[in-house]
């Protein structure tokens, strides 16, 4: 049996039962969530299978020590200890990334300082000389957490931000992020095999990422991973993992609708999909949603409207909404909608009663993903607000 170990992924905060969901299909073990984290366990398949198939990761760590810290004496200490020689060579280049959580420690780029003092403190004494630092592109990611007194120091496998999907070279204005995207599809409960909508595509990652996922396409298809450098990297058991998962690409069972009014935004989103391996899979359109009509009581339709962060005081996103919540009542009979806006004054007044409120983020924006049963004809509390 594979030696296991403690693995940490990153993810956006609400979307961690989302992640702990697609970690059990790949085989962690003992998965506990945590605010914008899930732990768990798992050997080398595992920690591949996370970077590559993981579609609400960001990050995916690999802790190495944990220890009590009460200055930074202590942390230049302690991490120096670490036999980092182990873990990369003096030829090799390497970046820290810190984040601090803590009333003693403020200051995440002078954690991030005095860690890199210990790495090269410890290959002078080693080698005489020290590694090079690459902020950009390192052999070896490390991630430093402090959480009050409590210090995490961790390799970083994934080696960046697992959202960066390699398809989105161009964007729309108020683009989500691919991770988001995904873990919206997730939320709504959708499993590939109805009608999905995406009314308001901008750039196209919520099609694009139902379109991956209806495919059974790995996220992490095309793309380079922290731990390929890495001295213990099992290089055959790596392209069994790929080959597994591209044995599992299916077409998928259902339509996929991307449509926005914007001739720009469906070029945008036109090229990005086909970058994605999914233009296929999608049928780009364009239609003003308040136009639109549904063609089948199981469609799964996600809206991410405009929020109304960039309108003048004067300007207000309420009777567009209003507008939106009209179209779905009189149009999508049968559907599941959903609506992600930070704009919650304009989401009182959709006038449908939501089954499901979730708080997410979309960047540094507080939002909502209201979700709403539509029926044929009126009920009982449809019109009241969220």
């Given at each position: 049996?594979?030696?296991?170990?403690?693995?940490?992924?990153?993810?956006?905060?609400?979307?961690?039962?989302?992640?702990?969901?697609?970690?059990?299909?790949?085989?962690?073990?003992?998965?506990?969530?945590?605010?914008?984290?899930?732990?768990?366990?798992?050997?080398?398949?595992?920690?591949?299978?996370?970077?590559?198939?993981?579609?609400?990761?960001?990050?995916?760590?690999?802790?190495?020590?944990?220890?009590?810290?009460f200055n930074d004496h202590q942390l230049l200490r302690k991490a120096k200890?670490?036999?980092?020689?182990?873990?990369?060579?003096?030829?090799?280049?390497?970046?820290?990334?810190?984040?601090?959580?803590?009333?003693?420690?403020?200051?995440?780029?002078?954690?991030?300082?005095?860690?890199?003092?210990?790495?090269?403190?410890?290959?002078?004494?080693?080698?005489?000389?020290?590694?090079?630092?690459?902020?950009?592109?390192?052999?070896?990611?490390?991630?430093?957490?402090?959480?009050?007194?409590?210090?995490?120091?961790?390799?970083?496998?994934?080696?960046?931000?697992?959202?960066?999907?390699?398809?989105?070279?161009?964007?729309?204005?108020?683009?989500?992020?691919?991770?988001?995207?995904?873990?919206?599809?997730?939320?709504?409960?959708?499993?590939?095999?109805?009608?999905?909508?995406?009314?308001?595509?901008?750039?196209?990652?919520?099609?694009?990422?139902?379109?991956?996922?209806?495919?059974?396409?790995?996220?992490?298809?095309?793309?380079?991973?922290?731990?390929?450098?890495?001295?213990?990297?099992?290089?055959?058991?790596?392209?069994?993992?790929?080959?597994?998962?591209?044995?599992?690409?299916?077409?998928?069972?259902?339509?996929?609708?991307?449509?926005?009014?914007?001739?720009?935004?469906?070029?945008?989103?036109?090229?990005?999909?086909?970058?994605?391996?999914?233009?296929?899979?999608?049928?780009?359109?364009?239609?003003?949603?308040?136009?639109?009509?549904?063609?089948?009581?199981?469609?799964?339709?996600?809206?991410?409207?405009?929020?109304?962060?960039?309108?003048?005081?004067?300007?207000?996103?309420?009777?567009?909404?209003?507008?939106?919540?009209?179209?779905?009542?009189?149009?999508?009979?049968?559907?599941?909608?959903?609506?992600?806006?930070?704009?919650?004054?304009?989401?009182?007044?959709?006038?449908?009663?939501?089954?499901?409120?979730?708080?997410?983020?979309?960047?540094?924006?507080?939002?909502?993903?209201?979700?709403?049963?539509?029926?044929?004809?009126?009920?009982?509390?449809?019109?009241?607000?969220?």
């Amino acid at each position: 049996m594979s030696e296991q170990f403690d693995i940490i992924a990153k993810t956006q905060y609400g979307l961690e039962d989302v992640l702990a969901a697609e970690i059990e299909t790949i085989g962690g073990q003992d998965i506990q969530t945590t605010t914008r984290a899930v732990k768990y366990r798992g050997d080398n398949a595992v920690l591949y299978k996370s970077n590559y198939l993981l579609r609400t990761a960001l990050r995916v760590l690999k802790p190495i020590d944990t220890f009590r810290i009460f200055n930074d004496h202590q942390l230049l200490r302690k991490a120096k200890r670490i036999p980092w020689e182990s873990y990369f060579g003096v030829d090799d280049t390497f970046a820290i990334d810190a984040v601090t959580f803590s009333d003693i420690f403020r200051n995440s780029k002078y954690i991030a300082l005095k860690t890199k003092d210990a790495v090269a403190d410890r290959f002078r004494e080693v080698y005489g000389r020290r590694p090079n630092v690459d902020i950009k592109e390192p052999h070896v990611r490390i991630n430093v957490h402090i959480a009050d007194k409590e210090c995490t120091i961790s390799l970083d496998s994934s080696g960046h931000s697992l959202d960066k999907r390699g398809y989105k070279l161009e964007q729309t204005a108020a683009s989500i992020n691919e991770v988001l995207a995904s873990g919206l599809i997730a939320l709504s409960g959708r499993h590939g095999t109805t009608p999905f909508i995406d009314p308001m595509c901008g750039s196209g990652t919520i099609a694009i990422e139902a379109a991956l996922k209806a495919a059974n396409i790995a996220p992490g298809t095309g793309t380079r991973f922290g731990f390929e450098n890495w001295p213990d990297f099992d290089r055959p058991l790596w392209q069994q993992v790929k080959l597994e998962a591209k044995s599992a690409i299916r077409t998928p069972p259902s339509t996929i609708l991307a449509t926005d009014m914007s001739p720009g935004a469906l070029e945008v989103a036109t090229s990005n999909a086909r970058r994605a391996g999914v233009l296929d899979h999608i049928v780009l359109a364009r239609q003003d949603f308040l136009d639109s009509a549904g063609n089948n009581e199981d469609e799964t339709i996600i809206i991410n409207p405009p929020y109304g962060e960039r309108l003048s005081p004067d300007e207000d996103m309420s009777e567009f909404y209003g507008e939106m919540g009209t179209r779905l009542k009189h149009f999508y009979p049968g559907a599941k909608a959903w609506i992600l806006s930070s704009n919650l004054a304009a989401l009182k007044m959709v006038g449908l009663r939501p089954t499901r409120k979730i708080k997410l983020y979309n960047g540094k924006l507080e939002c909502r993903l209201c979700g709403y049963e539509l029926y044929a004809g009126s009920r009982e509390g449809d019109s009241q607000p969220p």
